[in-house]
């Protein structure tokens, strides 16, 4: 934006070169248009400067206190946040609280933008290796940013070990497949390994301390814990440059605290809720959200695979790729697209091993 706010005042300096008696004139209209410009330009430059919350139109210290208590200690944070969220959680009026969105969206560019600036943001994607090429490729080049990787499957699947291999090389450089930036691991069964993340790093030649302190650790003890977390989130991951985000696993807090039918439907509007935090989260800071999943009996199910995921719908909705993983015959693990908007439902074959997630082939009967 600078740049064009630079060309704009480049031009205004044009002299058209007609007439010299003119040129007196022309230059106090440049002058004049110059200022008007530069007044523009200053607005636009302001309006790019806007960095705290502080700044906003509407935010008097009182409010300010209240939103970053809240967690909307950010002009993105807030651009992207619904309005009763920002009203409850922060205690404001709900006029206040559209104020300030509105302001923060304006100051983002937020309400209205063209395909073309879709496009453009869509071209900033990046794509996350997971150590195996197959699983790189099921996934269209490895694990995008801007968007939500569930990967579901049974206990020992390999969901942990996807994530924890993900931690390192999030952290690798782009030209290796990583993301360049730092790590923070939402853990609510207690599984993440420091250990087993050593290993990887030195049998892959790697300096294990730095990757481990490159990992931010969170051990989310309940449903509302793990809400908190993700409510404040924004502020670390946008000032510590995370690149990925991981939920380890996303259910298991709710499916165990809100049993029984009567209560399913407040489960899935928080879980709608926190799904969508992920997701602006996502998007706004262009960063990869991975979250793990397990599954449950399909009572329905005559024919195929008798399990599906836990979520129902709202977890459906909210991933915007599902890689369902299963264990498969000789130790492997098979991963298969099952949901997503422009990857093919393949399956691919990967192991795990000290080196985290490798490719590997499954046996023919023809080898035997
Ligand atoms: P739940 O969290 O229980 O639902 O399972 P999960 O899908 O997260 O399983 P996880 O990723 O923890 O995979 C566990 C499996 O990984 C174990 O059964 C082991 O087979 C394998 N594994 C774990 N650590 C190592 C290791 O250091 N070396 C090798 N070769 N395999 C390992
Ligand atoms: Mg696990």
Redesign the pocket.
Known sequence: MSEKVDKSAQKTEKIPEKSVEKTEKVEKETKTEKAERGSKADKVEVVEKVESITDLEGVGPVTAGKLTDAGFDSIEALAVAPIREVADKANLESSVALKVIKAARQSMQLDFINAKLLWERRQGLLKLSTGSGNVNKLLGGGVETQAITE?V????????????KLSITAQLPKADGGLEGKVLFIDT?G?F?PQ?IH??ATSIGLEPEKLLEGIYYSRAYNSDHQILIIDRAFKLCQEENVKLLIV??VLSHFRSEYIGRESLSERQQKLNAHLHKLTRIAQALNLAVVV?N?VQANPQAFFGDPTRPAGGHIMAHASTHRIM?R?AAG?LRAAKVIDSPYLPESETFF????KGIEDAQPKTRRDD
Do not use: H, V
């Open positions: 990967f499957g049974e206990f020992g699947s390999g969901k942990s070990q996807i994530c924890m069964e599984t390994a087993r290993q990887m380890d696993s793990t397990q993983l264990k130790g192991q795990i091993t000290e």
